[in-house]
């Protein structure tokens, strides 16, 4: 798997209010959906994300992680990726300040946990 650049992880950051905003009131079905859906147009407007599996879900698995990162969601095993945490973590607050998980467990996020218990 290949990593995210400092670029490509920016490139998260700087849609993250309208990801939000996409998905906000949704029910955890439709969130996946939104979430793909709105990583596909990602891939398709943003050169940095060019070179992404445009198959699978990894740029969108990468919103939810955003989301979730950005939020200062806390979790009871390892979720967060190295280095990440300490740069992201908590940075861009929800607009109602909720630190609940984005409604999409993705299936890293559900492999992590698993793995923790």
Known sequence: MKSYSDDQNQVFIDHMVEYRDFIEGENPKETQRLTIEFARQMMKTVPLLSD???????????????????????????????????????????????????KWKTQHEARREKDSL
Not at 62 to 89: I, M, Q
């Open 52 to 102: 992404r599996n445009i198959k699978g879900n990894g740029v969108a698995e990468r919103l939810v992680y955003f989301d979730n990162l950005l939020a200062g969601v806390e979790f009871p095993f390892d979720y967060y990726l190295s280095g990440t945490k300490d740069l992201y973590f908590g940075k861009l607050p929800r607009k109602v300040g909720s630190k609940e998980p984005n």
